[in-house]
Nanobody, 122 residues
Framework: QVQLVESGGGLVQAGGSLRLSCAASGRTFNSRYIMGWFRQAPGKERELVAATSDSGLTTRYAGSVKGRFTISRDNVKNTVYLQMNSLKPEDTAVYHC??????????????WGQGTQVTVSS
C-alpha cells in the first residue's frame, strides 16, 4: 500500500554531515501522511529521531539531535529528508523512514522503509 525507500546513508567522520532521503509511493500514500525518521543502534531500542507534519510546519526532534538534525519534506516529490550535521559516533545506527496516516507526530507509524546504515567514525 505504501512503499518507503531510503537512501543517503554511509560512513562519515565525526563532525561531518549526511543527508538522508526517503521516497514514498503507493496507492494509499498522500501528502497528509505524517513522516518520521527512526534509528536503532545494536543493543538499543528504536528511537524516534525526527518527525514532520503533513505541511512540514510542525516538527519534533529527539533531544540528542536537536540543533544538529533537520527534517524536511517535499510533497511534490513525495520525499522526506533528514539533514544531519555535526555527526557524532553515537549517531551510528540504522536509520528508518516511517509514515502514518494518524495525525500525531509520535505515531503509531504504520509503514516502514528497509533502513539505511549511518556510521560515524571518531
Amino acid at each position: 500500500q505504501v512503499q518507503l525507500v531510503e537512501s543517503g546513508g554511509g560512513l562519515v567522520q565525526a563532525g561531518g554531515s549526511l543527508r538522508l532521503s526517503c521516497a514514498a509511493s503507493g496507492r494509499t500514500f498522500n501528502s497528509r501522511y505524517i513522516m518520521g525518521w527512526f534509528r536503532q543502534a545494536p543493543g538499543k531500542e528504536r528511537e524516534l529521531v525526527a518527525a514532520t507534519s503533513d505541511s512540514g510546519l510542525t516538527t519534533r526532534y529527539a533531544g540528542s539531535v536537536k540543533g544538529r538534525f533537520t527534517i524536511s519534506r517535499d510533497n511534490v516529490k513525495n520525499t522526506v529528508y533528514l539533514q544531519m550535521n555535526s555527526l557524532k559516533p553515537e549517531d551510528t545506527a540504522v536509520y528508518h523512514c516511517a509514515a502514518t496516516p494518524h495525525p500525531v507526530l509520535t505515531g503509531p507509524y504504520e509503514y516502514w522503509g528497509q533502513g539505511t546504515q549511518v556510521t560515524v567514525s571518531s
